[in-house]
């Protein structure tokens, strides 16, 4: 038997080469379209689609069937016949197939001949050479040519209107474009399973409507008068970026497991549950932050992408700390009721993004990656730990911060006592205040500062006392001393 795998690969940097979010939705879309083999694509009239389905190409490929033994993982088609030639055709062509829609997108065929599917495991862990074909994010270049406006990392091919403006656009970003397949893909009367789909799912599952962009998902985070911890709240947005630890060791052990019994049952069952569990533990989160009282029936937060255990989101900055809470909490419960061997090893990193709307969604995620991997360097991948970067206050290169879900509680302490600074309506001053003279790099310089600021500044003095010990006016105010506060106050600015 061949066995044939159409993958896309490098799937958060392709869906992040747009700077608007209807672009990235468009992605999201267009992925779905031509790798999904649920029928849900299949279903939609060819008139509004304007695109082949995976199973209308396979049925000009008599021969070629798809594989019921392989993990559903999304952006991957499965496939197996009897004939080699057969089986690399059809795989040929649905990789075209997303070539030619998004030719942006990483595509690869991987084909093995083996007895049985659990054979290409066995080969796959003995690292024996798969026949690979690589079908790279090409974009044909013309000197001269108008960049794409949207992308700016392509050239533009034509002129098309999204929301009333005109824009050149290239091929791949000219697909994302709303159109009639959009929105019937969001009226399919069944909902996809698919992990490109999750935000449409939240939509249905919580009864609410779509936000329309990040400005408005940015003013549902308007907080009321009195409650503000900073004059405006209604322009920032959050982009948190979470994935699980521990998952390597986890699928080697199960694969083992897979060649040992010769069968994948167990192998699909685990990874089924640990996506349905990240799928509860982002649903819990988005309901435990919504306010019907603000929000009206529109959902606020963009889920962008659920992997298998991975997760990308976007909330209003002010919800953005009880959001990852609530994941968080809710991820280590779910695992620990889990009944299969290994789900109590599984943990979960975040990074996390605030910052301005207008933010490019693919800044956004890049930067959300980069600090969502020093979370897990952190703890050498075994830990529940997050990393974030206020864009606004901190600028755009990550540093070396890192906090563990046991934290918490300190925070919360210093938190509580760092709202007593200054008097009640210049609280946001007085702690603007604090953190500058705690960011001054000259350690004596600091510590001089800090001494008249203990003395002068109503609240300095006991939240000093609790961040850095009772007798810490003896000595220097070093980084070490600094870091929980500063952490604490950073979380401050966007806490509600
Ligand atoms: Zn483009």
Redesign the pocket.
């Known amino acids: 038997m061949f066995y044939a795998a159409v993958g896309i690969k490098q799937i958060q940097a392709h869906l992040a080469?747009s700077r608007h979010l209807w672009g990235r939705r468009g992605a999201s879309d267009m992925l779905f379209y031509l790798t999904d083999v649920s029928g849900v694509a299949d279903g939609i009239q060819r008139s509004d689609r304007n695109l082949w389905t995976v199973t209308e190409i396979l049925s000009t490929h008599p021969g070629v069937a798809l594989n019921p033994d392989a993990a559903d993982t999304d952006g991957v088609v499965q496939l197996m016949s009897a004939d080699r030639a057969k089986v690399e055709a059809a795989a040929r062509e649905i990789a075209i197939n997303v070539k030619l829609h998004l030719p942006?997108a990483t595509v690869e065929t991987s084909i093995r001949e083996a007895a049985t599917f659990v054979d290409t495991l066995r080969a796959e862990r003995d690292a024996q050479p798969a026949d690979n074909r690589a079908y790279p994010s090409s974009v044909i270049e013309f000197p001269l040519a108008h960049h794409?406006d949207?992308?700016s990392?392509?050239m533009a091919s034509g002129r098309i209107t999204v929301r009333e403006q005109q824009l050149r656009?290239?091929r791949?970003?000219a697909s994302r474009a709303p159109g009639p397949r959009n929105v019937t893909l969001q009226r399919a009367r069944e909902t996809p399973v698919s992990g490109f789909m999750v935000e449409q799912r939240m939509l249905r599952d919580l009864k609410l409507n779509q936000v329309e962009d990040f400005k408005q998902l940015a003013k549902l985070g308007r907080l009321p008068e009195g409650h503000a911890p900073r004059t405006s709240t209604d322009n920032h947005i959050a982009t948190i970026f979470a994935d699980g630890n521990g998952l390597g060791a986890l699928f080697d052990h199960l694969r083992e497991d897979a060649i040992e019994k010769g069968n994948t049952g167990h192998l699909l069952d685990v990874s089924k549950r640990i996506k349905n569990a990240t799928e509860d533990g982002l649903k819990a989160a988005i309901r435990s932050t919504l306010s019907p009282e603000r929000d009206g029936a529109i959902m606020a937060a963009i889920p962008h992408i659920l992997g298998g255990d991975d997760v990308l989101v976007s909330v209003p900055a002010t919800r953005v700390w009880p959001f990852l809470r609530a994941f968080m909490t809710t991820m280590k419960d779910k695992l620990s009721d889990e009944a299969f061997e290994g789900a109590g090893s599984i943990s979960f990193s975040a990074g996390v993004v605030i910052c301005h709307q207008a933010f490019p969604i693919g800044d956004q995620v890049e930067l959300a990656e980069n600090l969502l991997r020093r979370a897990k360097k952190q703890v050498y991948g075994d830990g529940w730990t997050f990393a974030w970067q206020d864009v606004t206050n901190e600028g755009t290169s990550p540093g070396d911060r890192v906090l563990a879900m046991e934290d918490w509680p300190r925070l919360d302490e210093l938190i509580h006592t760092a709202k007593n600074l200054g008097e009640e309506r210049k609280g946001n001053t007085a702690r603007a205040t604090v953190r500058s003279e705690l960011r001054i790099p000259d350690i004596e310089t600091r510590s001089l500062r800090l001494r008249h600021l203990a003395d002068r500044l109503g609240g300095a003095k006991d939240l000093f006392d609790l961040a850095f010990g009772n007798s810490w006016r003896e000595g220097n105010v070093t980084d070490a001393h600094t870091s929980d506060l500063l952490a604490a106050l950073s979380i401050m600015r966007w806490l509600a």
């Open positions: 080469r942006a794409c949207e992308c990392s392509a656009l290239c791949d970003c």
